[in-house]
């Protein structure tokens, strides 16, 4: 449900009501025609969280609505005889609780305010069906709920015209994010608006794309190619540089143990000792269920190229030309779950027909071959008069109740064509359902579902890749529980495992196919010619394969995503930042290119630009960037993952690693930073990475939600904390908004200087790390401004980051 599909639906209810005009006397008319129906078909709530009449110590409450696992709203609601509002201002307004507007509903807002400290539910709503007041009730911020105002929509029209506030309001989207708070704090005066003037030390307009060589320019799109070989979708070359382990060698074996034995069962039909034995290893068959395998794995480990190469290259070919492997991929999928089902179906019908028959689909002969059970029982049965009379007729009508058997029973289509692989063509199912984990959990568990239905009919080889996280979920509760199968682990591969394979397979491949030849000559006074330019990229490999910092910065920011790690070292490696007069001086010595450290580090950083700028950055986050017009402690989001990170280190049980977002907010409340504060930068953690969702799929911040770190959460906090060389705290020292113009002022003159200083490097060095210093002053001077840490040994960790980041003061100069 979104707002405008809910407008729509509202819309629609309205015309709806003006035709019936239903009788509205009692409450429960107005509950039955209006209530209801906006509460469920408009606003999207869920039946199953809805309580009516529940019993609590005030009494019993009309509507009590929850959503992701907590008590949202609670709705009180009146007949439609009983006029809520004391005017009769038609717009929607914003009237004091307690104020001569709303006197007439104070015994209504009152009965909500009970129900609503009886069942730990802060907002609520008052309603005739056609009268609405949302009413704060038990209020978190210190003001009295009776001082505070209620929103007032005092008709439909009113809703109509205000609608998106409404949706807000009363929706379980707006519930779970808090967005009433935000309305009433507007409507008391206390509009989300910063006084203060953020300015950076360094504007927009300073930042320019560097000047690149003729010869880098050339390279890049070698580079761009280069690394778009590597990391795309060539079977041949992801087959073939799989990162084997102990484990993958492990699972090749067993998978191959098991091919073997349920292949071998499947030959024994081919034995010409009598139909009697046959009928008797048919049903053996049949009885028996086959495998069903669980590849798992992380993101990035390879698991559908594992599967791949398995039956490519691992498994014997003989082996490999009596299975029917049948891939179904997910990732195509709509991601509806109430229909995945027929999607699956669909799916498998058209991989089984494109693989049993020539032209893709069943010839009649085929047909007949498959159906041959019905033809039998129709020629003697119920058709036999038309067999014996027309043979001719009979076969088209024999064609015709098959077609419709077809359309309307595809499922069954679908068993009798697996069937026919085993019993007519000796080949065994092996069928693979990949990517489902690009689903939530519950779309998962229908995909299981159905593949362990698959399974238990037929006699059939199932594989199913998915993540580590995600059979950890589905075993606590889903159909893992209770179906038979067998797990394989692979773990992640490092990056330099895999670069250096692609790196290796690219060079075998890649032919002496000389290039327009070009002259470049260097600022270092080399002249070079590059026939084979592919050759000299080759020559890069030094960077990310042998310098093992590089490998691990790279692989953390990608969390071990080998797609998005590729992309991260493109940047670097196409970055003006990395010297290309190094690199060329070094090829055309033949010895290694090895880059700095610091300027790896800006390349990552920077790109093709003189300055970082957040909007243009995939990998990077600004971890002292307020995100929010309030201001607040600029070490808000390092906290944030401090508090991660402790919780990852005091646990080792997959479960406890994770962190509600609701006691991530109620950690924060004692230290005076508002929850809507804290939610705000726990999205955009979210948004980049840092952190990660229990449910992989889910990209919303709620209470209940739960959250860790990742890696690249964890190498953000490192570049800050432990970064001797300051690279990302010099940039974000300059690029993020601040509020002190003495700061800004005092680096501004810095850099000016820095400017006059020509080839003076060390000069240059000693007055960025000035900025930091200063910079880091100022992060913690604001930061005692906004957060005031409770003296409990909860906090230790959120006072030893600052004292860590007040120490690393010294190591900058004075």
């Known amino acids: 449900m979104n707002v405008d599909t809910a407008k729509e639906r509202f819309d629609s209810l309205c015309q709806e009501l003006n035709v019936s005009n239903p009788p509205l006397e009692t409450e429960q008319d107005a509950r039955l025609h209006i209530i ?15 309580r009516t009449e529940p019993h609590t110590e005030s009494g019993y409450i009309d509507y009590l609505l929850s959503a992701g696992g907590r008590n949202r709203l609670v709705v009180e609601a009146k007949r439609t005889s009983n006029l809520l509002i004391d005017t009769r201002q038609p717009r929607m307004a914003w009237y004091k609780v307690s104020g001569s507007a709303l006197q007439s509903a104070v015994k209504g807002l009152e009965q909500a305010k009970g129900y609503c400290a009886d069942t730990a539910v802060l907002f609520s709503a008052l309603t005739t069906g056609i009268e609405w007041i949302g009413f704060w009730a038990v209020r978190t911020d210190g003001v009295p709920p009776k001082e505070g105002k209620a929103v007032v929509f005092p008709s439909l029209q009113a809703i109509e ?21 935000v309305h009433v704090h507007e409507a008391e005066g206390l509009q989300v608006s910063q006084n203060d003037n953020f300015e950076a030390v360094t504007g927009l307009s300073e930042r320019c794309l560097l000047q690149k060589s003729p010869l880098l320019r050339d390279l890049e799109n070698i580079y761009r190619n280069f690394f778009s070989t590597i990391s795309g979708d060539d079977s041949d070359m992801l087959e073939k540089c799989f990162v084997e382990s102990k484990e993958s060698r492990a699972a090749d074996e067993s998978l191959d143990k098991i091919t073997r034995h349920l292949l071998n069962t499947i030959d024994i039909v081919k034995s010409e000792r009598g139909m009697e034995l046959e009928d008797e290893i048919r049903s053996a068959i049949e009885l028996q269920k086959g495998e069903f395998v669980l590849i798992i794995g992380n993101k990035g480990a390879g698991k559908s190229t594992f599967i791949n190469r398995f039956f490519k290259l691992v498994l014997d070919k003989q082996l490999r030309n009596n299975c029917l492997v049948l891939r179904v991929d997910l990732a195509n999928s709509d991601g509806n779950q109430a229909t995945i089902s027929d999607w699956l179906t669909d799916k498998l019908k058209v991989e089984l027909e494109i693989n049993l028959f020539k032209d893709g689909y069943p010839t009649y002969d085929n047909l007949q071959g498959i159906f041959f059970s019905e033809y039998k029982r129709w020629s003697d049965g119920e058709y036999k008069p038309l067999y014996q009379r027309d043979k001719e ?24 064509l697996l069937k026919d692989s085993i019993f007519s063509r000796k080949l065994m199912p092996c069928i693979v359902f990949d990517n ?10 229908s995909v299981f579902q159905f593949a362990q239905s698959i399974y238990r009919e037929c006699f059939s080889f199932i594989i199913c890749p998915i993540t580590d996280r995600t059979v950890w979920q589905l075993s606590k509760s889903g159909p893992l529980q209770s179906y038979d199968h067998r797990d394989f682990y692979l773990p992640v591969p490092s990056t330099k495992e895999v670069l250096t394979k692609r790196v290796e397979f690219i060079k075998e491949k890649a032919q002496e196919n000389a290039e ?105 986050l600004n971890l002292f960037d307020i995100g929010s017009n309030t201001a607040t402690s600029p070490l808000l989001r390092l906290s944030v993952l401090r508090l991660l990170i402790d919780a990852y280190s005091e646990t080792v049980e997959q479960e406890k690693i994770y962190r509600s977002v609701e006691d991530i907010l109620n950690y924060f409340e004692p230290t005076m930073v508002s929850r809507t504060l804290v939610k705000e930068n726990l999205k955009a953690l979210l948004d980049y990475r840092l952190i990660e969702p229990y449910d992989p799929t889910d990209t919303n911040i709620y209470e209940s939600q739960r959250v860790k770190i990742t890696h690249c959460g964890r190498i953000h906090y490192e570049l800050v904390t432990d970064d001797k060389e300051s690279v990302y705290m010099s940039e974000m020292a300059l ?37 930091v210093r200063w910079f880091v002053e100022y992060c913690l001077e604001q930061d005692k401004l ?16 600052r004292e860590i980041l007040f120490k690393n003061l010294d190591r900058e100069v004075n």
């Open 36 to 50: 209801d129906r906006i509460l469920i078909e408009v606003l999207g709530w869920d039946r199953q969280g809805i």
């Open 436 to 445: 489902t984990d690009h689903f939530p959990q519950s779309f998962q568990e």
């Open 786 to 801: 906004y957060i005031s840490l409770p003296k409990s040994s909860s906090y230790q960790s959120q006072k030893k980051l």
């Open 161 to 181: 015209q205000n609608f998106a506030v409404f949706y807000d309001l009363f929706s379980p989207e707006g519930m779970l994010e808090n967005l009433y708070q």
């Open 393 to 416: 007729a009979f076969k088209e009508k024999f064609g015709g109740l098959i077609s419709d058997f077809i359309a309307k029973a595809p499922h069954e289509y679908v068993r009798k």
């Open 516 to 620: 327009t030849s070009k002259e470049y000559f260097t600022k270092k006074g080399i002249r070079l010619s590059i026939p084979d330019v592919k050759a000299f990229a080759l020559s890069i490999e030094a960077i990310f394969v042998k310098e093992d910092y590089v490998g691990r910065m790279v692989g953390w920011l990608a969390n071990f995503d080998i797609r998005r790690g590729l992309q991260i070292a493109q940047k670097i490696i196409t970055s003006p930042i990395i010297d290309v007069s190094e690199l060329v001086k070094a090829y055309a010595i033949g010895e290694e290119f090895r880059p700095q450290g610091v300027n790896i580090k800006k390349a990552l950083l920077l790109g093709d630009y003189n300055h970082f700028y957040q909007k243009d950055s995939s990998f990077i």
């Open 735 to 771: 690029m993020t908004p601040v509020v002190s113009q003495e700061y800004i002022l005092k680096s501004r003159q810095l850099l000016r200087e820095s400017e006059n200083l020509n080839a003076q490097d060390l000069q240059r060095s000693i007055n960025a790390q000035k900025i």
